[in-house]
């Protein structure tokens, strides 16, 4: 099982290039505590977690990299906050290509050094991430160095990669078939973490694509969950504003530091139509969130991993979601991905050595 059971709705790659590690098929599991005790008694959460290299990100790095060995490239330059990085890594290996990676500064020593377990050539560049401007002219290099014959650039994002992309709406087609086989009835949200809003417009297209199948009557409200220190697109999906806006970004969540626009006119545009609104959280309430996930469902994710979560209790607060609406949070990435961040979580916390008398 992976993406490629969806082949004929991805971009086309013919069999004999597609490289697999079994991504997808991840599991969607109800909450048990956190959703109850907020209102919500049909909040179920998609472990994106479970992929191969720990996040959602696998389902691009199979089409993307597919996609490359089928046009007989063979050196993968790309660019990421982390995950991209750990995925393209990963499939890159399993393909037998090169692959170099440009990280946002911040990007967390878990991540690079699952890069570089994968055989990458990493590099971080100062104040990439932050810097809008500065991370604009990155791109401007990166997607030089893509150009070459041999090379393709790789950047989680329809403006860059298309082919990728169209592997991380395969979330979509697997929820619409959980949905059925495990709930019943349609769901009515589905909350998307966002940096550059790649995630939140594969989810959108994917519904979009079964709604024009006639395998679904509506999609469902895609909604768009950011730290406010990364604004680009929830203020103006909520205000009803027509396009994204470049920021200069101060949030700590490792993996949704992207100042710049990206997908994010794209994500404006799209996810509106559906009911989904934008979503503002602390960095605060997504480490809480993180830490609530863990000792109350048992889900070990990063930060990032909690933020759309972190989203959908704000929003149930304001009283936006019905309480017996069906919500679907993915869980995007695995918590071994972000150190730093347990560390937070542990603060305080030992393990102390006893001796058998104190055991006794």
């Known amino acids: 099982m992976s993406i490629w059971r969806w082949a004929n709705w991805i971009t086309p790659v013919p069999e004999q290039h597609r490289v697999t590690l079994g991504e997808g ?9 956190i959703g109850p005790a907020a209102g919500l008694e049909n909040l179920w959460l998609k472990l994106e977690s479970g992929n191969p290299a720990g996040s959602f990100k696998d389902r691009f790095g199979a089409a993307a990299i597919s996609a490359m060995r089928a046009e007989n490239q063979t050196r993968c330059v790309a660019t990421s906050s982390g995950n991209t990085g750990s995925a393209v890594a990963a499939y890159c290996a399993a393909a037998g290509m090169r692959c170099e990676i440009a990280v946002v500064e911040t990007a967390p020593q878990g991540k690079l050094r699952q890069m570089m ?27 030089a160095q893509g150009e070459a014959p041999d090379a393709r650039l790789q950047v989680s994002s329809y403006i860059y990669s298309v082919p990728g992309m169209t592997g991380v709406e395969t ?11 495990q709930l019943q009835r349609p769901i009515d949200h589905v909350f998307c973490p966002a940096g550059g809003g790649g995630l939140c417009l594969a989810v959108c297209r994917g519904f979009a694509r079964l709604v024009s199948e006639s395998r679904l009557p509506v999609s469902p409200a895609i909604e768009c969950v950011q730290p406010e220190g990364n604004d ?9 504003a027509d396009r994204a806006r470049p920021i200069t970004c101060t949030t700590n969540i490792s993996g949704l530091q992207v100042p710049n626009i990206n997908d994010g006119h794209l994500v404006v545009e799209e996810l509106r139509p559906t009911g989904g609104r934008g979503q503002l959280v602390t960095d605060e309430a997504v480490w809480n969130t993180q830490q609530r996930l863990a000792t109350e469902e048992g889900i070990f994710t990063e930060p990032a991993g909690a933020t759309a979560l972190a989203g959908c209790l704000e ?7 019905d309480s017996d609406a069906v919500v679907i949070c993915l869980v995007t990435g695995s918590g071994f991905k972000d150190e730093a961040s347990v560390d937070r979580m542990l603060d305080g916390i030992e393990c102390p050595t006893l001796t058998l008398d104190e055991l006794g």
């Open 315 to 321: 929003a149930a607060t304001a009283g936006r979601i």
């Open 117 to 143: 377990a994968y055989g990458a050539n990493v590099y971080r560049i100062k104040d990439f991430g932050l810097d809008p401007d500065l991370s604009a002219k990155a791109f401007e290099t990166l997607m």
């Open 232 to 240: 680009t697109m929830a203020t103006a999906l909520s205000e009803g």
């Open 171 to 181: 979330i979509s087609f697997e929820l619409a078939e959980q949905a059925e086989q």
């Open 25 to 33: 098929n991840t599991p969607l599991v109800r909450s048990t505590s």
